[in-house]
């Protein structure tokens, strides 16, 4: 998903096609950081804390690479932390293959030390940590955060609580065949241990979730949005569904009402009960918050003649009500395994100062816009068009004279500075090996204003 919470919200829609800032066409030659691997697009990680900088990323030898400077300096230090051998693969846990799973993750906890994991598609856990405050050089890798259920890892999420408090989500397990595990970092001890006795989100054998992340809403909670998915083909998604905490331990529906933990299938809250095939996508969806704060959930799925359309819902006293936004004529025909490239994208639900909702998309067929909705009921009242992105254009179109190359991004805001990092890929190819790669790339670093609005990137970026 390739939404980010930067730049304007006159930038909501920056697409390649569209006309570039005021003063974008001045030349804009960024921070040369590295040399990244170019043959597939796997997201890099981008994070901006306590005055410094830290990029997380492939090298030209597919290694792990972090790199860390303070804000007012333009040298980067670079560590290339060490790999342990994984059988399975026929490689080091270090050097990443073919698969666009494989992303990396950076968070720093109240202390300062720097936390990395990644690299992990159905792998034993890869994670690191510095001994030292925000001291790369003191980059250490550590097999095992609980030792248990570290075997088969993937999708890892570093996120905080309110107070600051460091958490880390992942999947154990595969497509089809998963839980969502929580863990929770204790500063004191340098020890994680697990949040809850059970998963979050249990497949129970038949199924895994595919969740947003806990998302802290105004009302002070945590909300949590997802689809369950019953083999790895990823036509099987089906059952959107919900549920709050406000302190990961207890969970409940929009009413109030508990959730035992497990949640499995019949124990969350249903928002759309589409079946498997009736286009649920885990790429496309998305959760803001209206004045009244509570949850918008947005999606894609079928219409009724099998047409792709995005859909508004929100929860009311008899159920969720929803809402068509879209009156699209084609249709986003997707299915099997591997990555695949998103024909829709769609931004969170945005509140504006006079009330009305805006919902960012961008599709491949029909470009990029942002429905205005009425907050009261979620009808669509208006569109806008896409607008400017803080980029150039000419760094929004491949560089690099190797063929059928594209741009990857990844955007991170401080005290209203938007950092762009900017590398360029071959597009994904259902996770399987090319004969041929194309040279690196640079891996370059750019700083656009930022007044704190939204920004989504166009499809296939």
């Known amino acids: 998903m390739m939404f980010f919470r930067c730049c304007s919200l006159l930038l909501l829609l920056g697409g390649v096609n569209a006309r570039t800032a005021a003063g974008a066409d001045e030349p804009l030659e960024g921070q040369l950081i590295g040399r990244a691997w170019a043959g597939h697009p796997v997201s890099f990680a981008l994070l901006t804390t306590g005055g410094r900088q830290f990029v997380a990323y492939f090298d030209e030898e597919r290694r792990i690479t972090v790199a860390a400077r303070k804000l007012e300096e333009e040298t980067w230090i670079h560590v290339r932390p060490e790999g342990r051998w994984l059988e399975s693969r026929q490689r080091a846990s270090n050097i990443t293959g073919w698969d666009s799973h494989n992303y990396l993750t950076l ?87 697990r949040l809850l006795d059970t998963a979050l989100l249990e497949g129970e054998g038949r199924r895994n979730a595919y969740a947003l992340n806990p998302t802290l809403g105004p009302d002070g909670r945590f909300h949590l949005v997802w689809m369950w998915r019953d083999t790895p083909d990823c036509a099987t998604n089906h059952t959107l569904s919900y549920a709050r905490s406000a302190d990961f331990l207890q969970w409940e529906d929009h009413l109030g009402r508990p959730i035992p933990l497990p949640i499995t299938l019949t124990r969350g809250e249903v928002i759309d009960a589409a079946r498997p095939h009736e286009g649920l996508i885990n790429m496309s969806f998305n959760l803001g918050f209206d004045a009244e ?114 741009v990857s991004t990844r955007l991170n805001s401080e005290n209203h500075t938007c950092y762009v990092l900017r590398w360029e890929t071959l597009p994904r190819n259902r996770d399987q090996p090319r004969p041929e790669a194309p040279p690196p790339t640079e891996l370059r670093l750019y700083r656009v204003a930022d007044t704190g609005g939204e920004f989504l990137l166009p499809v296939g970026s």
Request: with cysteine.
């Open 107 to 193: 968070a720093v906890d109240r202390e300062g030390c720097v936390h990395l994991a990644g690299n992990m598609h159905v792998d034993p856990l890869i994670y690191y940590r510095s001994r030292r405050p925000y001291d790369l050089t003191s980059l250490e890798r550590i097999d095992c955060m609980t030792g248990d259920r570290e075997t088969a890892c993937t999708y890892p999420v570093f996120f905080k609580n309110a107070a600051g408090d460091l958490f880390f989500r992942y999947r154990d397990g595969s497509s089809g065949n998963g839980s969502d595990l929580y863990n929770r970092y204790d500063p004191a001890t340098h020890t994680w241990r």
């Open 293 to 406: 704060k509570s949850p918008v959930v947005v999606y894609h799925r079928y219409d009724a003649q099998g047409r792709s359309q995005v859909y508004a819902a929100r929860p009311g006293d008899n159920g969720w009500n929803i809402h068509r936004l879209s009156a699209w004529d084609f249709r986003w025909q997707f299915q099997g395994t591997g990555s695949i490239t998103a024909e829709v994208e769609l931004g969170p639900p945005q509140l504006t100062a006079d009330g009305f909702l805006l919902v960012p998309y961008s599709t491949l067929k029909t470009g990029n816009g942002c429905w205005r909705l009425r907050a009261s009921d979620l009808m669509t009242v208006g569109q806008l068009p896409a607008a400017p992105s803080p980029l150039p254009a000419r760094l929004l179109k491949p560089l690099s004279p190797y063929p059928g190359m594209e």
